[in-house]
């Protein structure tokens, strides 16, 4: 018999050429072993819960109280739920006339793009319009949405920071489209300097492409550094110059670790600047209820805001968005719950203050403990985690490491991190994964294994790290020079 | 300033050709209406608890604690939940260790993929293995994920009934394949000719399709058929002698109104009919929360269960799944429930077995009724809803009705429900949004506005058809000869 339509040689070329590394060869080893019964440290994804961070307790009240809206007219109700988590309950309740069961507006609840709107316009001190924010069933489907209304085939190209989070270059491939690297500065603590963009651009046109969007992920993923004023500046300058559209992928903005580059959002700084360019240049924002202190991954709640994106245009995006029906609704009632928290005075508030501080400074701990303790270490060199939930450490792999993974048939720096996942348990993303430049290797973990694991992990990569430079280096230490 | 990158005339092509009429312009007016503060009655989409079906309650229960795990910890949870509903929160803690915050694996939780494979086994006869069952954010995101495994481009082809669920011909457009339409006998009660089909590859071949994958939808969307043993072995013979790849749209299962024709699923009848078509043919199966009883269509829970696909292509299937990381947790509790309901001796049997007992008896009146009425409407002549949740009336317009749309630029169909809208606010899907013959009309509406909304629905449409046809016909009464 001939081979069938479902054969691997028979495939769309496009899902066979995607990768996600995040969930790659390491995390399928990482699963092996685990079944196996080995303890395994899951590190690769930022996924908080998964790791032990508990859920905030507020909205988890709201939203079980959404899923069984019966409970609001039983007279025990009030012993098990505070009043004013029932009120809550009841205001969603008014937005969705037929509750959590039903197909909202392919856009999302009308209610809670106006609340995602009240939000961004608190926090960029412009006002936004709810018709131009969707919500999504998570950050990446609203990344997904737009890359495939902008790639129309393979000669168009997407501006991607390298390194950069794969969800990009995963689906830049899956829609047939070219991603155009742009090279982050490690040695500049990741900054992002607008000549390498010039030049990426440059040469993407002499290939015959034409590049139509830039994505900047601010604060960086995998790479932790938060954009500065300047910076967003200059990005948005270029972006207008070149015409290109700016996706701003700004789902860490409550993750920050330091106080001396707070979070911007894209859209404030663009208004800032004034016409023409805060009337012309295309702009879409993406957000989460999977980061930040809440950490809501599982619930799959997100947003994209569009400025300047003309109405038909809006209407072509949400035809498609039609076709799936609608993000689902818990979800969207998370999104709603995290732009529009507790306020002083409310009965939940200081529980709530209590439980997302706790959380924050926690990252902020780990954030400096995971630094340094890779920094303490031999042959690795690790800029700080100013945001975001990620380490992304350079291993000085020795000459004699590189022929041994080549000999193995790996990529050197998946080498390493098969053998550290081996001998600790530690499930790592090679940085091959996220790209970075010839012959420089990394590893992206993230900062969330909890805050009394830490120092026994960092120990034991310490110690793992240690034994393979003994093993590999030929005059010990020399590659600190 | 030249057009810029999300400027209507610069969008992806795809996205542009592709139509969903559910959503079209029927419901875009229908929406408007209601914001000018008109009553509509939306049958435009099966979305029962829109139209005030009310939830299960033990599953409500069950996911409410699910979403506050430390409700099981307070002495007063007995007062508010059963104690089976707390004991099944409790399974799924131990299935879920990062609860429902975490990211799952990205085919979905494993504990609630063998939940499925063993419901498959018990309804079909013969094991499932749960590493081919994906759990999904619906129905919908299972049939993209594997119309875009398939599909190539534009020489790519796949069957679909004709009239047809608007999901396949808006998605095979934005994938950039074609659609190879063969059309359902309307009257043979929309079934289901394998020469039709014949003629269909015949034709795509002719000129230069690949035809690679072939859609059922049963019980059938808009026509509300269910196909026959017979039927089905025929289908399954066809796509094994022109090597196709079948496509089970099985959402509809628990939805059946009569007894001559219970369901049975294509892997079921596949099975039965032994070597070698049973060792080979290529199936994917497609199930939902949002139908049935259930009809907890915002939660969006799904899944497909592949048979006969090759590991190297499931783990291309999962590579893809894998970048938007999981779909919603709750979503998956959700299938796990529905799959695995509350069992005689459980505490809330007896309730559980009433509610659903009682929904799906009234849905069984609501066909008739609807049937019914459409009959005795003068130019109206509509097919039993066997299974489903729509009605698929023809309406046989007069010439000068359909005039009268060429006037006003309207496709007649569209023209016919448009007046209907204004006239009473129902809101229903012009037939030319599902496909039909040249020069035959319908309209598709569920059957889910409450029982006793039922009469005067059915006597408001009654009116206007009337009148529309009393406006359009030379001699009354001429076309139902």
């Known amino acids: ?33 685990q079944k196996e019964g080995k303890k395994i440290i899951f590190t690769n994804v930022g996924n908080p819960h998964a790791l032990g961070q508990k859920p905030l307790t507020f909205p988890r009240q709201v939203i079980a109280l959404c899923q069984a809206p019966f409970l609001v007219d039983d007279p025990n109700v009030g012993l098990v739920f505070p009043a004013d988590a029932i009120a809550r309950a009841k205001h969603y309740f008014s937005l969705t006339p037929g509750g959590l069961g039903a197909y909202s507006d392919s856009r999302g609840i009308p209610g809670v793009r106006k609340e995602v709107a009240e939000f961004i316009g608190r926090r960029d001190g412009y006002p936004s319009d709810p018709e131009l924010i969707f919500l999504t069933d998570g950050a990446s489907k609203g990344v997904m949405q737009i890359l495939n209304a902008i790639i129309r085939g393979e000669g168009d190209g997407v501006l991607v920071p390298v390194p950069q989070y794969p969800l990009y270059s995963a689906t830049i491939s899956l829609l047939g489209g070219t991603l155009v690297p742009y090279y982050l500065e490690e040695t500049a603590n990741w900054g992002l300097d607008v000549n390498n963009l010039r030049q990426s651009v440059a040469q993407a046109r002499y290939k015959g492409i034409t590049v139509r969007a830039m994505v900047i992920i601010n604060p960086g993923n995998p790479t932790g550094q938060c954009l500065s004023e300047a910076n967003l500046i200059d990005v948005l300058k270029f972006c207008y110059q070149e015409n290109l559209v700016l996706l701003g992928d700004e789902v860490y903005q409550q993750n920050i670790y330091q106080d001396e580059r707070p979070f911007l959002s894209a859209r404030k700084v663009l208004m800032d600047m004034g016409p023409p360019i805060s009337k012309e240049l295309q702009l879409v924002s993406f957000h989460t209820v999977s980061k930040g202190y809440w950490g809501e991954c599982g619930q799959r709640g997100g947003y994209f805001e569009m400025t300047n994106i003309p109405p038909k245009s809006v209407e072509e995006i949400y035809k498609v968005a039609s076709i799936a029906l609608s993000p689902n609704v818990p979800g969207q009632i998370f999104m709603g719950l995290m732009v529009n928290p507790p306020k002083p005075g409310d009965i939940s508030y200081e529980r709530f203050v209590r439980e997302s501080k706790s959380i924050l400074e926690s990252l902020r701990k780990r954030a400096h403990i995971m630094t340094d303790g890779f920094n303490s270490c031999r042959n690795v060199v690790c800029n700080f985690t100013e945001g975001a939930m990620y380490s992304f450490p350079q291993i000085r792999l020795p000459p004699k490491a590189i022929d041994a993974a080549k000999k193995a048939g790996k990529v050197p720096d998946v080498f390493y991190c098969l053998k550290l996942l081996e001998a600790t348990g530690i499930s790592t993303v090679p940085g091959s994964g996220f790209g970075q430049k010839e012959g ?42």
Chains 1, 2 share one sequence.
């Open 1 to 33: 018999m001939s081979s069938k339509p479902l054969d691997y040689e028979n495939l769309n070329e496009n899902v066979k050429k995607c990768q996600y590394a995040v969930r790659g060869e390491l995390y399928l080893r990482a699963s092996e072993l």
């Open 440 to 481: 420089v290797f990394h590893l992206r973990t993230t900062i969330l294994p909890a805050e009394e694991d830490m120092p026994a992990i960092m120990a034991s990569f310490k110690k793992f790290n240690d034994e393979f430079m003994d093993q590999y280096e030929d005059h010990k230490g020399y590659s600190r020079m």
